[in-house]
């Protein structure tokens, strides 16, 4: 219901309360007129009385909490806010987090697959030392042949 509603309506309420109250208050003496006769008239218009100042009262106390209803409402709405703010923040903060481990991920695969070729070379190059070792060996070996063959000659 629009702000503006609701005010007529309470203001109408209001003077209604107002209206009974006077009308009420105009029964009392009406009835003090009266006399004797007008007695069980004045306590029904004091009750009268006191229900319109009662309708006035709760009138007001509705309205109070009406706004104070719409204040709660307001800090509510910005506290979803700040709340949705920082879930947007989490939620990017959580995509960048995602976005460097795909990357170190990544960085460790390339790596892995750099120490496997790294190692296959380290294979040939002391399989190619050993081979040479062996043929450094059996051309010593041929050397001394030779030597002793050269000697005895």
Known sequence: MPL???KKIVNSVKDI???TKILSLNATIEAARVGVHGRGFSVVAQEVSRLAEDTKNTVIQI???TYKSGSLTQQVVEEIRKVQELTKSGKHQSVET???FSEIVE???SSTQEIVIVEEEIRTLI???EGIGAATAQTAESAE???SA???L
């Open 4 to 6: 503006t509603k609701f």
């Open 17 to 19: 309360a107002d209206q």
């Open 63 to 65: 309205v109070e909490l």
């Open 98 to 100: 995602s976005l460097l």
């Open 107 to 109: 960085a460790m695969r």
């Open 127 to 129: 399989q190619t030392i």
């Open 145 to 147: 042949f030779f030597k």
């Open 150 to 152: 050269t000697e005895n």
